[in-house]
C-alpha cells in the first residue's frame, strides 16, 4: 500500500499518532472492527472524508493530506472517527445543478466553480436538493465555505432531509480540486 498513485490514510488509537494503528485506501463504512477508538491520523496520499458514525452518517470532514495528531479538538470533533470515504483524484470539469426545494423543485442554478455564498450570488435563501454532473464538491452549511460539510460526488440528491441533514441548509459550494492532492 501507499506505492505509485494509491490514496491512503492511516488511523491511531490514541493522539500524536500513538497506539495501535490502521492504514486504509479505499471506503471503510465501520472501522470499529479495526480500532476501538481514533484520536489521530496521518494523510499519506490523497483526500479522505471521515465520519463520527458508521456507514458514512453523521457529522463529516474533509481531510486532505496532512498530519492530525489531535484532529478532534482542531476540527471541534465531538466524536471519534467511524468510517471514511475515498475521495477519488478528478481531473475533469465540473458541473452541479442545485434547486431551493426538494426533488428539484423551486430555482434552480447550475454551477461550474466554486460559491461562497448563494444568497448573494443567485438570491437563494436555501438548497435543499442538487444534482452533481461532473466532479466531486463540498457543500456547507454558512456562508464561505463555513460550518458543517457534506461530500457530493455525482449523483442525484433529492433530499438532503432524507440524507440525515434534515436541519441543515447549504449555503457555499465548493469543488474539490486536484491541488488539493
Not at 490514496?7 to 500524536?16: A, K
Not at 464538491?137 to 433529492?158: D, I, S, V
Request: proline share 2%.
Amino acid at each position: 500500500m501507499g506505492g505509485g498513485g494509491c490514496s491512503y490514510i492511516v488511523f491511531y488509537e490514541d493522539r500524536n499518532f500513538q497506539g495501535r494503528s490502521y492504514q486504509c485506501n479505499s471506503d471503510c463504512a465501520d472501522m470499529s472492527s479495526y480500532l476501538s477508538r481514533c484520536h489521530s491520523c496521518r494523510v499519506e496520499r490523497g483526500c479522505f472524508m471521515v465520519y463520527d458514525r458508521t456507514n458514512y452518517m453523521g457529522n463529516q470532514y474533509f481531510m486532505k493530506r496532512g498530519e492530525y495528531a489531535d484532529y478532534m479538538s482542531m476540527m471541534g470533533m465531538s466524536d471519534c472517527i467511524r468510517s471514511c470515504r475515498m475521495i477519488p483524484m478528478y481531473r475533469g470539469s465540473y458541473r452541479m445543478r442545485i434547486y431551493e426545494r426538494e426533488n428539484f423543485g423551486g430555482q434552480m442554478h447550475e454551477m461550474m466553480d466554486d460559491c461562497d455564498n448563494i444568497m448573494d450570488r443567485y438570491r437563494m435563501s436555501n438548497c435543499m436538493s442538487c444534482h452533481v454532473m461532473d466532479g466531486h464538491w463540498l457543500m456547507y452549511e454558512q456562508p464561505h465555505y463555513r460550518g458543517r460539510m457534506m461530500y457530493m460526488r455525482p449523483g442525484e440528491y433529492r433530499s438532503f432531509s432524507s440524507m440525515g441533514m434534515s436541519n441543515m441548509r447549504f449555503m457555499s459550494m465548493r469543488r474539490i480540486m486536484d491541488s488539493y492532492y
